[in-house]
């Protein structure tokens, strides 16, 4: 049999990976009718591609992008939204991934592995999270996918730009920081910090870091706190022995607790049977029916870490949830919810509370509703 010529080979493969590299630019842009604000432009294109051309220096590498770009355009499988503006953003201009069943059928068992993963592992956030972003099945933007929290949401503190771009840079080289900090006591000091991971909790991110020549703790710094950082390229980021982010939340630390697990017995009611039902507070919940005549729906056991946040929940329940055990925090709940009641004239309130029902009939008032939110009842 007559061997093809080296050079058709070759040329194969060029075309090959000159297709695929197409695909892959038209996969990540954003479905038509994306808002100008969530297309893509060509140096984000190149972050998140780059690989695909080579070793080239920067530059060359956003000249091949743009060559690549403009054949799209032509072939009518992208277009640029602000056709007159600078930088040019780009979007899809089919009008679905579904007009071509080849590509959606490997899209959608995509999907399928993505939501099969982290559903088993009850990690629906972090489906949320790749959903948007995943080179492969970018299918839902900034306009079909929000994630917002279940708790009241604070404004984020203002970081310094710069020392949070350390931070990054640092993260990602692996290398040790040179910090000036400010603590909650308004206290300022410097150190040699050793870059392990970054979580945000809430409205504030949190860097875990060694601090100067220490093996542990691991310590966590608020980035909005930090005044001053400096990348030390020179200095390798030492890696604290045993550390796992994952591990880290799951005990607690990122709470600022100390990783102690404790069982915790509950009686609850109202609007939290529900929400224990489905959303449990650990692998190893267990639930029993409460007896009859009992002011509480269920109790509940499950082994948590002992943290801030668990006390703040806790107390935000009201009187849906009863403390049984461990003893010290029961007690602990008891004296808050002391204090807090001391705070307000609770014989005044009960006899408000009797009368209720006829101030209700003339005018508006507020009401808790069935979750347990404040809501405005007018009558």
């Known amino acids: 049999m007559r061997q093809r010529p080296s050079y058709s080979r070759a040329m194969d493969a060029i075309l090959h990976k000159r297709y695929e590299r197409l695909k892959r630019i038209e996969g990540v842009l954003p479905p038509v009718g994306a808002a100008e604000a969530d297309c893509r432009d060509p140096q984000w294109l190149l972050q998140r591609l780059g690989d695909a051309y080579g070793d080239a220096d920067p530059k060359a590498q956003l000249r091949a992008l743009q060559r690549d770009l403009r054949d799209l ?3 009518g499988r992208i277009a640029a939204v602000n056709p007159r503006g600078k930088p040019l953003r780009y979007r899809r201009h089919k009008e679905d991934l579904k007009e071509d069943a080849a590509i ?3 899209t959608l068992q995509q ?5 099969g993963g982290v559903a088993k592992a009850r990690q629906l956030d972090r489906l949320w999270q790749q959903l948007p972003t995943n080179d492969e099945v970018p299918l839902l933007d900034g306009d079909r996918l929000r994630i917002v929290p279940d708790s009241l949401r604070l404004r984020p503190p203002a970081a310094n730009p ?19 900090y400010e603590n909650a006591e308004g206290e300022r000091k410097g150190a040699r910090i050793h870059p392990q991971a970054v979580v945000q909790r809430g409205p504030i991110p949190y860097l875990f870091a060694l601090k100067n020549d220490e093996d542990a703790p691991v310590r966590l710094y608020a980035l909005h706190r930090m005044i001053k950082a400096t990348v030390l390229p020179e200095v390798p980021a ?8 994952d591990q880290a939340i799951a005990e607690g630390r990122v709470d600022f607790g100390q990783g102690t697990m404790i069982a915790l017995e509950l009686r609850v009611r109202g609007y939290l049977t529900t929400i224990l039902l489905d959303c449990p507070l650990s692998d ?19 082994t948590v870490p002992s943290t801030g946040q668990l006390l703040r929940w806790l107390l935000g329940a009201g009187d849906n949830l009863e403390v049984v055990a461990p003893a010290d925090l029961r007690h602990t709940v008891a004296v808050q919810a ?7 004239d609770v014989e005044g309130v009960c006899a408000e509370a009797a009368n209720s029902a006829q101030r209700d009939s003339c005018r508006g008032t507020t009401a808790v509703t069935e979750n347990g939110e404040m809501s405005l009842r007018q009558t």
């Not at 999907?111 to 939501?115: A, H, K």
């Not at 190893?284 to 499950?302: H, I, W, Y």
């Open 238 to 245: 030492r890696k604290a022995q045993g550390f796992n982010l």
């Open 284 to 302: 190893d919940q267990e639930e029993a029916d409460e007896p009859e005549g009992s002011d509480f729906a269920l109790r509940v056991t499950a």
């Open 162 to 180: 710069d020392a949070l771009t350390a931070v990054i840079a640092a993260l990602a080289q692996g290398c040790a920081l040179e910090v000036k």
């Open 104 to 106: 959606w059928s490997h």
């Open 73 to 75: 355009v032509k072939q």
């Open 111 to 115: 999907i399928r592995d993505l939501v």
């Open 338 to 344: 002391a204090k807090m009641a001391g705070l307000y």
